[in-house]
């Protein structure tokens, strides 16, 4: 991290999860935030955020309604706070399209609907939005 002078380095699909022993270990002088799906929730997944002790960052959680629990660890808030400027990095997890069955579709527009909920109150409390992750997307054709 040092080397290649990071602050801030988000980390998609580390399988870590949160029923097991984990595989992260920690980094001085970074505080490590992770996310991870545990029981029965589906398999893969897992995020986490390594960002330096010394930003003005803090891990913002907001409540989620009870019907969108089952998405509420496929994304992080890290807030950075200067007094002057003010950035929201969200790190997300979107689903992958899958011919075995269409549930993706349903919870991607549930998370959908929920990070833009919480980006347009970060906005309007003047963050910047800055989003990144495993978008599971494509471009171009498929042969």
């Not at 920690?26 to 330096?52: C, M, N, V």
Request: hydrophobic share 40%; charged share 20%; glycine share 8%.
């Amino acid at each position: 991290l040092e080397k290649r002078g990071f602050d801030v380095l988000a980390l998609s699909e580390t399988f870590g999860r949160a029923d097991q022993p984990t595989i992260l270990e920690p980094h001085q002088g970074f505080s490590t935030w992770k996310t991870e799906r545990s029981g029965t929730d589906k398999g893969g997944g897992g995020l986490a955020i390594l960002y330096k002790d010394t930003l003005p960052a803090h891990q913002w959680n907001p409540s989620v309604p009870a019907h969108l629990q089952y998405v509420m660890n496929e994304r992080q808030w890290l807030l950075l706070d200067n007094q002057k400027e003010r950035c929201a990095i969200l790190h997300v997890y979107i689903a992958c399209q899958t011919t075995r069955n269409e549930n993706f579709l349903q919870w991607n527009e549930d998370l959908f609907w929920m990070i833009t909920q919480e980006a347009i109150k970060l906005r309007s409390q003047g963050f910047v939005v800055l989003a990144l992750g495993d978008f599971n997307s494509r471009v171009g054709a498929i042969p």
